[in-house]
């Protein structure tokens, strides 16, 4: 068979049946003609050399395979990646990609990659990885390790570890490789890299958890326990939480972790897990997040009625509630007897009684018997704002009852909402529309049709009121249809009939997701006379809202599909439109059902389901979108010319002719200077994007006088056929005023080109070209690898007159560079540069940056922390911390900007950056020695105009920084703790040990007592500084270091039994913040009235200030 004869058989084919021609090429496996009709495909077109490909991937034999590994140097950019996927698919060797890999395009390398991890061509992925790292470096050749066997990834992954770029990938892949790379990575790190590491990594271990939960536990244990769990662990909690319940929970109750564990219970995986728990281990979780309302709710609500009653008490032990008002949501979630009890309670309380929404807000929790009375008389306030939230709090705790028959006398006690207004009736319907749908009975629906019907025919009736009304008719049908009860499901259809013209955003849900396996049958059958009623009387407003609801299981309901397609005689356009999209929805039927549409109207091609339909597998209709002149009808005027609006993957499915006709329709448009110049422009666009379209078909719009239309057409023009072919047209407007588009599209166009090539064409950019095109070169030359880039931009950076923009983009993109010397030189010189140059060196984490060049590239941190620039002084100094594990001189020279008081500036970033030095064990001596140089200080100057006792400031900020480290993590803040103890002067000292004392340390009695003893002879205004520092801990936002009510109450006891001033003050401040904790438990109040009456008039003054109710 000659190509011509094929052509022209396969091109009046729809899509499908083109393609299953082809394939049916294959028989002809190894038949000599088939190679020869592959030359002669390949000396033609785009379109042709298409059909080539598909053709050699369709046989795969081997003159096949070798015209996929030809057409891998194919000059159409599209077809040369798709063969080079094919090629890796189909099994071509190493040796056809070696071969040419020395100078490939990026574009062509990254389909290699692609293509190879996508088929797991492990065999071709070893066989590059190392020629790939030695010609385009580390990033490139990590790109395919997921591929890579066992052997190679366990040999090479921690060299090219720092250049992962798809950690999550390469731990689905690799998972034993990527823990143990975790274990040797982190075990190597200083601590203060740790969070940059998980921030980096934990999605790679997150994918490799399955594969070892314990070891990844083991891993949080060693190197998260002191700081939050990495975000993207979170959804695997639960997957932990089954393999080390007892340790992942412990992990999780830690100090540190509390933040996590109220963020996990978001989480219904995890909560599932902790329903599966003992009752002792639920306790401590309970208590752990009782004060957070919203973490407890949710924590409740994982568990069975039966059990929730022990969780809430086990959360509130300790916790005296006779006074205590719970949150409506809180109760919401209690079964109903202790629901009712906590109501009752809180009804007997005197803030509750004395306001008067409170009361009803609470009577709504209790049993509906004993509501009734208060909220019933309510409802015939003569307010009428009363009225509708006595009418709402009533029906919701007829809901609450669980009991259809409560909520049945509920409704029947709504007949006076027939002459109400309609905000008191849409108070009413909102609240009915909210009560469980499982409480919904058939007897219920006759009630709620008058009701319905009242608020219907009432003429102050809102959009919102209808609203409500359509919600509770869905409602209706969808418990009718999960429970097979046709008379539920008919009074709900009842009631969407009554709503006729205002159900616009009625839906009935997801019905797919709630009925059982089959049931939709048995639904059809139900609805079958109401689908054929309506369509009798042209409302199909049923079919369209049921197959709306099953989604893709009505394809297979024949009542369905048959009342969809009864609705395609629909008068209204808007049934008409969304009747089509659903009957073509079925994917078997589409193709088929799209030829039906367009028969009945040929306009219909307008409808987006249709056009979608024909452009992706009834190609031979495209004629009647294609030609611009198709008929009119329902849905295209006769004057107006139909362009449509099509996805370029689509245009891949169309034949050479097809596409010709779909660019004449564009290029209409583009050049009809009385269309709106966003048609124009999105025209254009389109233009460029349908394959096999050549650049020269742009030249008009790139080269127009209107600038919005030239600068789209030159984003365009590198998504033509040939990319690489437009790359000199866009550099040549490297000094035009649209360089800046120009230059951005030659970064695309760039990536088609071989390296080598790229070199002549980018110098003359790098020397002339505006500023913003001289940037974009020089990250060209570096992203794409080309050979002599270096040179080139060690040439730009040394022009004296070079713009200093274009010098920091250098110094920025050399950074990815930094085993060649002359990014380690232009490097250098930026740290020594002004603000702008200087900081370009601290873009770097250091997971970023390889193991061997670290230490190096800490020193050039350390450099630009040095800089006489102030600014850039100031931007290197928080880097210095992170940077100190491999820069030993970094602390000394952080404090040494602490104690220089004649450095007004720097100071205080030192002064956070060396604390967290501390923090990582990294600069304790200096921290301390800083710490009893400024306590040494002279006090001078001393209350003058500019400048009020420096040294003394900087003590106290000091003090201030390392009770926040304690804050943030506590363990790694006792390391800054310990650095400067003994080398503060008192009451700091004091102030800083009562903050950060460990209540749950064996010696935290001993300790307290010794605090109060050290505040003997201080005055009363700082022992109540250190006393709130006791009792407020760290932080004031944070619980997490403060103990228990019941745990702190002994130690606020022993201190108050002291009968000295400090002792008497520590006790007021812990009972002023725990006593509230506690809900003012009788032992809290005990000990206030004791501290009343103490033998130190400032105790008994500041006791009184303590009030267990507001007045």
Excluded at 170 to 196: F, I, K, Q, S, T
Excluded at 483 to 490: C, E, I, M, P, Q
Excluded at 540 to 552: D, M
Aim: glycine content about 8%.
């Amino acid at each position: 068979m000659h190509a011509d004869e094929l052509l022209s058989e396969i091109e009046p084919l729809p899509f499908k049946v083109r393609c299953r021609r082809l394939a049916d090429l294959r028989d002809r496996h190894g038949d000599p003609a088939l190679a020869d009709l592959l030359d002669e495909l390949s000396r033609r077109g785009h379109y042709e050399r298409s059909v080539a490909l598909f053709v050699a991937s369709a046989v795969r034999d081997e003159a096949s395979v070798a015209h996929l590994a030809r057409a891998m140097g194919d000059p159409d950019a599209g077809l040369a990646c798709r063969a080079i996927r094919l090629a890796v698919r189909h099994g071509a060797g190493p040796a056809a990609f070696l071969a040419g890999l020395a100078d490939a395009s990026a574009a062509g390398r990254a389909a290699l990659y692609d293509a190879v991890r996508r088929y797991r061509r492990g065999e071709l992925a070893d066989a590059l990885i190392g020629r790939v790292a030695e010609l385009w470096g580390d990033h490139e050749a990590a790109a395919l390790l997921p591929a890579c066997g066992a052997h190679v990834v366990a040999e090479r992954l921690d060299a090219l570890g720092h250049a992962v770029g798809n950690w999550t990938s390469l731990g689905r892949a690799h998972p034993d490789a990527v823990l143990g790379h975790a274990e040797r990575g982190l075990a190597g790190l200083p601590e203060a890299a740790w969070n940059a590491w998980w921030f980096r990594h934990a999605p790679g271990v997150a994918a490799a958890l399955r594969h070892d939960p314990g070891r990844v536990v083991r891993l949080l244990e060693r190197h998260c326990r002191t700081r939050p769990l990495p975000e993207a662990l979170h959804p695997a909690a639960g997957a932990l939480l089954d393999a080390e319940p007892d340790r992942m929970l412990a992990l999780l109750l830690s100090d540190a972790h509390r933040d996590d564990l109220n963020r996990l219970l978001f989480r219904r995986s995890f909560r599932d897990r902790l329903a599966r728990f003992g009752n002792g281990d639920v306790a401590a979780v309970a208590r752990a997040v009782r004060e957070d309302p919203g973490a407890l709710r949710r924590l409740l609500g994982a568990f069975p009625p039966s059990r929730r009653e022990a969780v809430f008490e086990a959360a509130m032990r300790g916790v005296d509630r006779g006074a205590a008002e719970l949150g409506e949501d809180l109760l919401d979630v209690l079964p109903r007897e202790p629901r009712y009890r906590e109501a009752r309670r809180m009804m007997g309380l005197r803030r509750v009684a004395e306001t008067p929404s409170r009361t009803w807000g609470v009577a709504a929790f209790l049993p509906y018997e004993e509501a009734l009375p208060i909220l019933g008389e309510l409802t015939r306030r003569p307010d009428a704002g009363e009225r509708a939230t006595g009418y709402a709090l009533l029906i919701r705790c007829a809901g609450r009852s669980g009991d259809p028959a409560v909520l049945g006398a509920a409704l029947e006690s709504l007949a006076r909402l027939r002459n109400e207004q309609d905000p008191v009736r849409l108070s009413a319907l909102s609240a009915l529309a909210s009560v469980p749908e499982g409480l919904l009975r058939a007897g219920h629906a006759a009630v709620i049709g008058r009701l319905a019907d009242d608020a219907l025919n009432a003429r102050d009736t809102s959009y919102q009121t209808r609203h409500h009304i359509g919600r509770i008719a869905a409602a209706l049908c969808r418990q009718g249809a999960v429970h097979d009860d046709a008379d539920l499901l008919v009074s709900g259809l009842e009631l969407v009939d009554r709503l006729t013209g205002s159900t616009g955003a009625l839906a009935l849900g997801r019905l797919d997701r709630v009925l059982r396996r089959g049931q939709e049958h048995r639904l059809a059958a139900t609805l079958a006379p109401h689908l054929a009623a309506g369509a009798r009387r042209d409302d199909h407003r049923l079919a369209l809202l049921t197959a709306g609801a099953l989604r893709r299981r009505a394809h297979h309901v024949p009542v369905l599909q048959d009342a969809l397609e009864a609705a395609l005689d629909a008068r209204d356009d808007g049934v008409l439109t969304r009747a089509i999209t659903l009957w073509l929805a079925a994917p078997g039927t589409r193709a088929e059902r799209a030829g039906r549409v367009v028969a009945r109207d040929p306009s219909a091609v307008a409808v987006p389901a249709v056009l979608s339909a024909i452009a992706r597998e009834r190609t031979d209709l495209l004629h009647l979108v294609l030609t611009g002149g198709t008929p009119a009808g329902r849905f295209r005027r006769p004057d107006v010319t139909y362009v449509p609006r099509i996805d370029p993957a689509w245009a891949d499915r169309w034949t050479a002719r097809q596409r010709d006709a779909y660019r004449a329709l564009l290029e209409r448009v583009a050049a009809d200077g009385e269309a709106p110049a966003t048609d124009r422009a999105a025209a254009v666009s389109a233009l460029a994007r349908i394959p096999g379209t050549e650049a020269s078909r742009l030249r008009p719009h790139f080269e127009s006088g209107d600038p919005y239309i030239r600068r789209i057409a030159l984003t365009a023009l590198p998504w033509t056929r040939s990319p690489q072919e437009v790359l000199p047209e866009l550099l040549a407007r490297a000094e035009s005023d649209d360089a800046h588009v120009a230059v951005y599209a030659a970064a695309r166009a760039a990536r088609f080109i071989p390296p080598s090539a790229l070199s002549a064409m980018l110098r003359p950019v790098l020397a002339d070209g505006r500023i913003t095109a001289r940037k974009e070169a020089a990250r060209i030359l570096l992203r794409n690898r080309v050979p002599d880039a270096m040179d080139v931009l060690a040439a730009a950076w040394d022009d004296p007159g070079q713009h200093r923009d274009v010098r920091a983009a250098i110094a920025s993109a050399v950074r990815a560079r930094l085993d060649e010397p002359v990014a380690q030189r232009i490097l250098a010189e930026a740290a020594e540069g002004p603000r702008d140059l200087a900081r370009q060196v601290l873009g770097a984490p250091p997971v970023d940056v390889e193991e061997r060049f670290r230490s190096r590239y800490a020193a050039l941190v350390l450099r630009v922390a040095r800089s006489t620039d102030p600014e850039a002084r100031a931007a290197a100094l928080p880097a210095v911390a992170t940077w100190a594990p491999w820069a030993p001189e970094a602390p000394a020279l952080l404090a040494g900007l602490v104690t220089d008081l004649g450095e007004t500036r720097a100071w205080r970033d030192a002064l956070h950056a060396l604390v967290r030095c501390a923090t990582t064990g990294a600069g304790a001596a200096e921290l301390g020695a800083a710490a009893a140089a400024l306590a040494a200080a002279p006090a001078v100057p001393d209350a003058e105009p500019e400048r009020d006792l420096p040294a003394f400031q900087r003590l106290l900020a000091l003090a201030d920084a390392v009770r926040d480290a304690a804050a943030r993590h506590r363990t790694l803040g006792e390391r800054a703790v310990q650095a400067v103890a003994g080398r503060l002067p008192e009451p700091v000292a004091a102030g800083l040990a009562a903050a950060t004392l460990r209540w749950d340390g064996p010696g935290a009695a001993g300790a307290i007592d010794a605090l109060a003893g050290r505040c003997a002879g201080l005055g009363v205004l700082a022992v109540l500084d250190i006393a709130d520092a006791l009792a407020t801990g760290p932080s004031e936002y944070t619980e997490r270091a403060r103990p228990a009510p019941e745990e702190a109450h002994p130690h606020a006891a022993r201190l108050a039994a002291r009968g000295d001033l400090a002792g008497g003050l520590f006790a007021c401040a812990l009972t002023e913040r725990h006593g509230p904790r506690a809900g003012w438990s009788g032992d809290w109040r005990d000990l206030l009235r004791g501290l009343r009456a103490h033998a130190e008039p400032d105790v008994v003054y500041q006791a009184r200030r303590i009030h267990t109710a507001d007045e």
